[in-house]
């Protein structure tokens, strides 16, 4: 790597496991000093001793990010663990339970919402401002494919990542001339490929007729998400970057 968070610190949301793992792992190889933040102490202790095993700087930050006192606690806390401040916020962290418009119940969708966006809205507003205020930063968002490409099941989800992609955008026109840079990664289907003769799993039929022709790695997320939160995204601001193997701007004539 080529330490190009070096000095940086960084907050990263839901990251014991899968895209914000993989996140919390390549920032850290690229020289930040990361929050690893999420519900489950022992998988974030799991995430915390292999980047510093590594050679790199974590330590973790419990959270249940179910709406805005646990954001803004969060935030805090945070902001204590890394020295004082945090360079580079990813709003990760998210639930995906995906009952039809029809069986979904008030609660499910006021969870859905609480922790996909609520959360993150309160987060970014406690953190932003105290970026600008130390000269700058950045805040990556995690929307989805699902948020302009229709499915037939998963609405509510898809809508919170709309709202995020939206958020993103005026985010950027509300921080950004403060110096705080606001971009998003919109992720395609990202799995483990099933074992052959398994089975194919429901996302990776998704993949079908795309350019890649197959499920995304965690890994290809987390660069992308790099790439924004460092300087050499400096003239970017309010971009969503598809990172989703073509799946919402590509059609191939699959054999």
Same mark, same amino acid.
């Given at each position: 790597?080529?330490?190009?968070?070096?000095?940086?610190?960084?907050?990263?949301?839901?990251?014991?496991?899968?895209?914000?793992?993989?996140?919390?792992?390549?920032?850290?190889?690229?020289?930040?000093?990361?929050?690893?933040?999420?519900?489950?102490?022992?998988?974030?202790?799991?995430?915390?001793?292999?980047?510093?095993?590594?050679?790199?700087?974590?330590?973790?930050?419990?959270?249940?990010?179910?709406?805005?006192?646990?954001?803004?606690e969060l935030a805090e806390r945070a902001t204590a663990t890394l020295g004082g401040r945090i360079d580079i916020?990813?709003?990760?962290?998210?639930?995906?339970?995906?009952?039809?418009?029809?069986?979904?119940? *008030?609660?499910?969708?006021?969870?859905?919402?609480?922790?996909?966006?609520?959360?993150?809205?309160?987060?970014?507003?406690?953190i932003a401002p105290a970026m600008a205020a130390a000269g700058g930063g950045a805040v990556v968002n995690l929307?989805?494919?699902?948020?302009?490409?229709?499915?037939?099941?998963?609405?509510?989800?898809?809508?919170?990542?709309?709202?995020? *992609?939206?958020?993103?955008?005026?985010?950027?026109?509300?921080?950004?001339?403060?110096?705080?840079?606001?971009?998003?990664?919109?992720?395609?289907?990202?799995?483990?490929?099933?074992?052959?003769?398994?089975?194919?799993?429901?996302?990776?039929?998704?993949?079908?007729?795309?350019?890649?022709?197959?499920?995304?790695?965690?890994?290809?997320?987390?660069?992308?998400?790099?790439?924004?939160?460092?300087?050499?995204?400096?003239?970017?601001?309010?971009?969503?970057?598809?990172?989703?193997?073509?799946?919402?701007?590509v059609a191939v004539i699959a054999a």
């Amino acid at each position: 790597m080529n330490g190009r968070l070096h000095g940086k610190t960084a907050l990263i949301t839901g990251s014991t496991s899968n895209i914000g793992r993989a996140i919390a792992e390549v920032f850290a190889a690229e020289g930040a000093h990361v929050a690893v933040s999420g519900r489950n102490a022992e998988r974030g202790a799991a995430v915390v001793a292999g980047i510093r095993e590594a050679g790199g700087r974590a330590d973790f930050v419990a959270a249940d990010l179910d709406g805005a006192e646990a954001a803004r606690e969060l935030a805090e806390r945070a902001t204590a663990t890394l020295g004082g401040r945090i360079d580079i916020l990813v709003n990760n962290a998210g639930i995906y339970p995906s009952p039809g418009t029809v069986d979904t119940d *008030e609660k499910t969708f006021d969870h859905l919402y609480a922790v996909n966006v609520k959360a993150p809205f309160f987060l970014t507003a406690a953190i932003a401002p105290a970026m600008a205020a130390a000269g700058g930063g950045a805040v990556v968002n995690l929307g989805s494919w699902i948020a302009r490409l229709g499915v037939p099941s998963g609405a509510l989800y898809s809508s919170t990542k709309g709202a995020m *992609e939206t958020l993103t955008r005026a985010w950027a026109a509300e921080f950004g001339p403060q110096g705080v840079r606001v971009n998003a990664v919109s992720p395609g289907v990202v799995l483990p490929l099933p074992p052959a003769g398994d089975a194919p799993h429901p996302g990776v039929v998704m993949t079908k007729g795309t350019p890649a022709g197959t499920v995304g790695t965690p890994e290809a997320i987390a660069h992308a998400a790099l790439w924004l939160a460092s300087d050499e995204a400096s003239f970017t601001h309010g971009t969503v970057v598809d990172v989703d193997g073509g799946r919402t701007g590509v059609a191939v004539i699959a054999a």
